[in-house]
């Protein structure tokens, strides 16, 4: 009970009760990337930017706060308004049941007004300097389908994304699932890609997203990539332990210092952690506002007890990136932050970028970032 309370005081709650929403706003956020951003495993190009859409809550005494909310909600205001801040919290665990698909905006505004940034709203720091990587090197060699820039097209979309201060890079792979006419030439086109990255940038590390592919495609993949080394390989299967067995065993012939890492398109939060207890796992990469930060923190120390690893992906949203650096502030178990070179308009900071692969969380009030202007949704 003692750490509880040093957690989440109880002058914390006290405070809390003091403030009232009495008003939600809704926005629609553009975010903006810096080139086409094309193919991946399962999508078609995700073209230069994508919308968004946040809230903005407002307390009687003065304070805003503001970020995402789940795609369901509508109509917040009808169900926020007239309620206190401390009814969303369960002191030491974050936010209960009932607020989860606001849960962002409720703890930018919780911490604005307890003056604290939203991790120390859910833990103590761990660290507040964390490594990060570049999630948005797609198949630019395929892209656009009309004019397919070829190789010369990925280089030169890795060495913008360099240039923005990223070291390690997760790739899309899986050419040959979806967008090459013949799956061999796929697998190739695959190998080749890792191949020509690994020559211009020898200081680089490199991820490989196969979570799109079918098991045989990757242990293709594996035998003949042999010599080009992977930080992880990441892939989706549901609890199938004969072929995570198998992966386990190819990787540690022909990739024998990667990290084998699920994807969450198959692969629940609760399955990765039995893998991980298996020893069948090494890490889990899911969308970080898939479950909210409050359920991942819980999270956390059972990964930690399981030698694993949790790395919160952000998918093409900078704001999703913020809201990882955080969760990542509280647990030696979070391996890395995905990032994305991209700006969000209205918003400072407009963006999330590293410095030599490292970023550091913010350590304002809330998620420390501020919504200067919004289209009113």
Not at 219 to 234: A, N, T
Not at 297 to 310: Q, V
């Amino acid at each position: 009970m003692a750490e509880q309370n040093r957690v989440f005081p109880s002058s914390w709650s006290q405070e809390l009760a003091r403030h009232t929403i009495d008003r939600a706003e809704a926005f629609t956020l553009r975010c903006r990337y810096p080139r086409l951003f094309g193919l991946s495993g399962r999508d078609t190009e995700w073209g230069y930017g994508r919308l968004m859409k946040v809230y903005r809550l407002h307390t009687n005494t003065g304070y805003t706060g503001w970020g995402l909310v789940a795609p369901t909600v509508t109509e917040a205001e009808k169900w926020l308004n007239g309620k206190t801040l401390n009814q969303f919290f369960l002191p030491g665990e974050g936010i209960r049941p009932e607020g989860r698909s606001a849960e962002f905006p409720i703890l930018d505004l919780a911490g604005r007004v307890l003056g604290q940034p939203v991790y120390r709203l859910l833990g103590l720091p761990v660290s507040l300097s964390l490594p990060t990587y570049d999630g948005s090197v797609f198949m630019q060699d395929l892209s656009p389908r009309e004019d397919p820039g070829g190789m010369r097209a990925l280089v030169d979309s890795v060495a913008q994304d360099y240039d923005a201060g990223y070291r390690t890079f997760r790739l899309s792979m899986g050419r040959g699932i979806r967008w090459c006419p013949l799956k061999e030439e796929g697998l190739q086109r695959d190998v080749a890609a890792l191949q020509t990255l690994h020559a211009h940038f020898p200081g680089a590390g490199f991820m490989a997203d196969f979570s799109a592919a079918d098991t045989e495609y990757i242990l293709s993949f594996l035998r003949e990539s042999e010599g080009l080394p992977l930080i992880w390989l990441e892939t989706s299967l549901r609890e199938d332990r004969e072929m995570w067995n198998i992966l386990r065993e190819t990787l540690a012939k022909h990739q024998p210092q990667a990290l084998l890492v699920a994807s969450q398109s198959k692969t629940g939060p609760e399955i990765a952690v039995r893998l991980m207890e298996e020893g069948l796992l090494d890490g889990y990469h899911p969308d970080v506002t898939s479950m909210g930060l409050s359920r991942f923190a819980k999270l956390l120390p059972r990964i930690e007890e399981a030698h694993g690893f949790l790395s919160p992906g952000c998918y093409g949203n900078p704001l999703k990136t913020l809201y990882a650096e955080h969760l990542g502030a509280l647990s030696s178990a979070i391996h890395s932050i995905e990032g994305v070179n991209a700006t969000l308009e209205g918003v400072t900071p407009e963006s999330c970028l590293p410095h030599l692969g490292e970023c550091l969380v913010p350590e304002k009030p809330g998620f420390g970032a501020e919504l200067i202007w919004g289209q009113r949704a």
